[in-house]
């Protein structure tokens, strides 16, 4: 979780740029932690967000006075700058964190600020992409100028003026008065809805169902005339279907469509398109189709976040599902550590096999993010458990990729994730409106190595769930069994009511109850706060605080792996659970002795 984020307020926006994070709040302003520019070595990276300024004589927004020059409506976070449109319809950016933000101003475009939001001239959204920034004027269209950094000429006082370019023929409004009537270019692009700026090119959508590149290398090294044209990609314009968004960075995008269909492309792909539009069709040259993920189709993906190598899929249910590569498997995936993201189907790749790899021709289902600390436990305790000799030889399939064991492994560890909260009621406004989980994510991103998301967390649901994986000790079981035989011999012979029991000073007095509570609440702190600064799970002060939590001393807080439970430890449901051993795509069986293990609803068809 990020440090300090209870002091930002109500966050409204969260976006990952090359080296950093950026949040929007409420009430405008913009925050970020990290560094920019981390190819600037006078960039000292913030390892606690930051308020991103203005320069003098721009008084920020805050709750009690808002300054419409400065509320940010709407930010855009790029390789190693920021864009960001105030209420007033001014445009800012920033290139570093302690550094005011500058005014952009391109050159040979009117900008009107502070008219109504659908007026000729008027910016209505900013993107920042790898190397650029564009926004969109109405009337005009998509503008775009690349990034660098800036110097000492070319900006008066606050004001960065840039040369910049206009994207052809994406100037077009239905409802726009204040215009002459739609070129003939125009008319056949259509009204642009939407669209994201890779690292050479411009991807946007139009209300004609279709979607559009742009070449901006070719256009912004051109000294004569622009003679570039948008092109259309009609590969990604099902005949039937309708698109809905196209999403996208760096050098990766997807179109998303009405019937579920997530289309996914690259550069490559751009390219191949491009060339196929210069050069005309050829039987040798095929179109160039996207890549088809069959485990991310009809599965109510709401948005897609892409890295340099690595991207996730947000899910109506509010769950994130991870996919690509991870780099030196540094955690981008956010599927654990490299022996945890093995458990999950990532196979060793690359050079010397530093990188992780999920292959997403082979899965059935996408690698959910969790963010249950007791699915860390229990992963952690499997690769524990791995290391025994009748486990040995299975988890060596897995690492090396044999017979495809890890990508068994890994669908039957995400069957069992899926189902970890079976047994805890959702409560819903209505049956037609899906419950929300004890984690629900709003919004992912993701940019070079690193990703983010902003997540609602029912805290009390959580609980709930992770009661359902502990199990008490035989002998904390026998003495509440004992206790309620003692309490119903207590009834029989008192009756209701006994002043005994309910007395100032009874064990079932409030005054009592309200100290255990405590107590236990207190010994559950002093863990947490031991187990996340790496120190023993439990010792004498915890056992101490356990004693006095509870009559009996069987009941403790520490936290038990494998087997090697003492009576005052927390017991996880899976302690006797052996590492498991499954039945392969190829109809063999892992090596070991234990019993193959279970699915949950099934083992899988392989084959279909």
Same mark, same amino acid.
């Given at each position: 979780?990020?440090? @300090?984020?209870?002091?930002?307020?109500?966050?409204?926006?969260?976006?990952?740029?090359?080296?950093?994070?950026?949040?929007?709040?409420?009430?405008?302003?913009?925050?970020?932690?990290?560094?920019?520019?981390?190819?600037?070595?006078? $960039?000292?990276?913030?390892?606690?967000?930051?308020?991103?300024?203005?320069?003098?004589?721009?008084? %920020?927004?805050?709750?009690?006075?808002?300054? #419409?020059?400065?509320? &940010?409506?709407?930010?855009?976070?790029?390789?190693?700058?920021?864009?960001?449109?105030?209420?007033?319809?001014?445009?800012?950016?920033?290139?570093?964190?302690? $550094?005011?933000? +500058?005014?952009?101003?391109?050159?040979?475009?009117?900008?009107?600020?502070?008219?109504?939001?659908?007026?000729?001239?008027?910016?209505?959204?900013?993107?920042? @992409?790898?190397?650029?920034?564009? &926004?969109?004027?109405?009337?005009?269209?998509?503008?775009?100028?690349?990034?660098?950094? #800036?110097?000492?000429?070319?900006?008066?006082? !606050?004001?960065?003026?840039?040369?910049? *370019?206009?994207?052809?023929?994406?100037?077009?409004?239905?409802?726009?008065?204040?215009?002459?009537?739609?070129?003939?270019?125009?008319?056949? &692009?259509?009204?642009?809805?939407?669209?994201?700026?890779?690292?050479?090119?411009?991807?946007?959508?139009?209300?004609?169902?279709?979607?559009?590149?742009?070449?901006?290398?070719?256009?912004?090294?051109?000294?004569?005339?622009?003679?570039?044209?948008?092109?259309?990609?009609?590969?990604?314009?099902?005949?039937?279907?309708?698109?809905?968004?196209?999403? @996208?960075?760096?050098?990766? *995008?997807?179109?998303?469509?009405?019937?579920?269909?997530?289309?996914?492309? /690259?550069?490559?792909?751009? /390219?191949?398109?491009?060339?196929? $539009?210069?050069?005309?069709?050829?039987?040798?040259?095929?179109?160039?189709?996207?890549?088809?993920?069959?485990?991310?189709?009809?599965?109510?993906?709401?948005?897609?976040?892409?890295?340099?190598?690595?991207?996730?899929?947000?899910?109506?249910?509010?769950?994130?599902?991870?996919?690509?590569?991870?780099?030196?498997?540094?955690?981008?995936?956010?599927?654990?550590?490299?022996?945890?993201?093995?458990?999950?189907?990532?196979?060793?790749?690359?050079?010397?096999?530093?990188?992780?790899?999920?292959?997403?021709?082979?899965?059935?289902?996408?690698? =959910?993010?969790?963010?249950?600390?007791?699915?860390?436990? +229990?992963?952690?305790?499997?690769?524990?458990?791995?290391?025994?000799?009748?486990?040995?030889?299975?988890?060596?399939?897995?690492?090396?990729?044999?017979? !495809?064991?890890?990508?068994?492994?890994?669908?039957?560890?995400?069957? $069992?994730?899926?189902?970890?909260?079976?047994?805890?009621?959702?409560?819903?406004? =209505?049956?037609?409106?899906?419950?929300?989980?004890?984690?629900?994510?709003?919004?992912? =991103?993701?940019?070079?190595?690193?990703?983010?998301?902003?997540?609602?967390?029912?805290?009390?649901?959580?609980?709930?769930?992770?009661?359902?994986?502990?199990?008490?000790?035989?002998?904390?079981?026998?003495?509440?069994?004992?206790?309620? %035989?003692?309490?119903?011999?207590?009834?029989?012979?008192?009756?209701?009511?006994? /002043?005994?029991? !309910?007395?100032?000073?009874?064990?079932?007095?409030?005054?009592?109850?309200?100290?255990?509570?405590?107590?236990?609440?207190?010994?559950?702190?002093?863990?947490?706060?031991?187990?996340?600064?790496?120190?023993?799970?439990?010792?004498?002060?915890?056992?101490?605080?356990?004693?006095?939590?509870?009559?009996?001393?069987?009941?403790?807080?520490?936290?038990?792996?494998?087997?090697?439970?003492?009576?005052?430890?927390?017991?996880?449901?899976?302690?006797?659970?052996?590492?498991?051993?499954?039945?392969?795509?190829?109809?063999?069986?892992?090596?070991?002795?234990?019993?193959?293990?279970?699915?949950?609803?099934?083992?899988?068809?392989?084959?279909?």
């Amino acid at each position: 979780m990020m440090e @300090g984020v209870d002091d930002v307020g109500v966050v409204a926006d969260l976006q990952c740029g090359g080296w950093c994070t950026t949040l929007l709040n409420s009430i405008g302003a913009v925050y970020a932690v990290g560094v920019l520019n981390g190819n600037i070595l006078y $960039q000292a990276p913030r390892t606690g967000l930051i308020r991103l300024g203005f320069p003098p004589g721009y008084p %920020i927004t805050t709750k009690g006075r808002y300054e #419409p020059a400065t509320a &940010i409506r709407q930010f855009s976070t790029g390789r190693s700058h920021i864009l960001g449109l105030a209420d007033s319809g001014k445009v800012w950016t920033w290139h570093n964190t302690d $550094q005011p933000a +500058w005014n952009m101003r391109p050159l040979h475009v009117d900008l009107v600020e502070n008219g109504p939001a659908s007026g000729v001239g008027r910016v209505t959204q900013v993107v920042a @992409g790898w190397n650029k920034s564009t &926004i969109y004027v109405n009337g005009t269209g998509i503008v775009y100028w690349p990034y660098e950094l #800036p110097r000492p000429v070319g900006f008066i006082g !606050d004001t960065l003026e840039v040369e910049c *370019f206009t994207v052809p023929g994406t100037g077009y409004r239905q409802k726009s008065k204040d215009r002459n009537p739609p070129s003939a270019l125009e008319t056949s &692009i259509g009204e642009v809805t939407n669209y994201i700026v890779l690292e050479r090119y411009i991807v946007f959508k139009t209300d004609l169902n279709k979607v559009f590149l742009y070449n901006t290398t070719a256009a912004s090294t051109r000294d004569g005339p622009l003679e570039e044209v948008p092109v259309e990609i009609t590969s990604l314009s099902p005949p039937d279907d309708e698109i809905r968004d196209v999403q @996208g960075s760096f050098e990766s *995008f997807a179109v998303f469509t009405a019937l579920g269909q997530v289309l996914i492309a /690259d550069r490559a792909f751009l /390219d191949a398109v491009n060339a196929h $539009q210069i050069n005309g069709p050829s039987a040798e040259v095929p179109l160039p189709q996207p890549t088809i993920i069959p485990a991310l189709q009809n599965k109510n993906v709401v948005s897609l976040a892409f890295g340099d190598y690595h991207f996730h899929a947000l899910h109506s249910n509010g769950s994130i599902t991870s996919w690509g590569r991870e780099p030196r498997s540094c955690g981008a995936l956010g599927l654990g550590t490299r022996e945890l993201a093995l458990l999950r189907g990532l196979r060793p790749d690359g050079p010397f096999a530093v990188d992780s790899r999920l292959e997403a021709d082979k899965i059935r289902l996408g690698r =959910s993010v969790w963010f249950e600390k007791e699915k860390r436990l +229990w992963l952690q305790d499997m690769v524990a458990k791995s290391r025994d000799s009748e486990a040995a030889e299975r988890w060596q399939m897995m690492s090396q990729g044999i017979d !495809d064991a890890h990508i068994v492994m890994g669908e039957w560890f995400e069957r $069992q994730g899926r189902a970890w909260a079976d047994g805890v009621p959702s409560y819903s406004s =209505s049956p037609e409106t899906p419950a929300m989980g004890a984690y629900f994510a709003l919004k992912v =991103s993701a940019a070079g190595w690193h990703s983010g998301a902003l997540v609602l967390v029912d805290e009390e649901k959580a609980a709930r769930i992770e009661q359902l994986h502990i199990v008490k000790p035989p002998a904390v079981q026998a003495a509440e069994l004992e206790r309620e %035989i003692e309490s119903e011999q207590e009834d029989e012979h008192d009756g209701p009511g006994s /002043d005994e029991e !309910d007395g100032p000073n009874g064990p079932n007095s409030p005054f009592q109850q309200l100290e255990i509570g405590i107590a236990w609440s207190w010994a559950y702190v002093v863990w947490v706060c031991r187990w996340f600064l790496g120190l023993k799970a439990r010792d004498e002060g915890t056992a101490a605080a356990a004693a006095a939590a509870t009559p009996t001393a069987e009941q403790g807080t520490g936290l038990g792996y494998g087997g090697n439970v003492e009576a005052e430890e927390i017991v996880y449901t899976w302690r006797d659970q052996p590492f498991p051993r499954l039945r392969l795509p190829n109809g063999e069986e892992m090596p070991g002795s234990v019993p193959l293990t279970e699915w949950r609803g099934g083992e899988p068809e392989w084959g279909t």
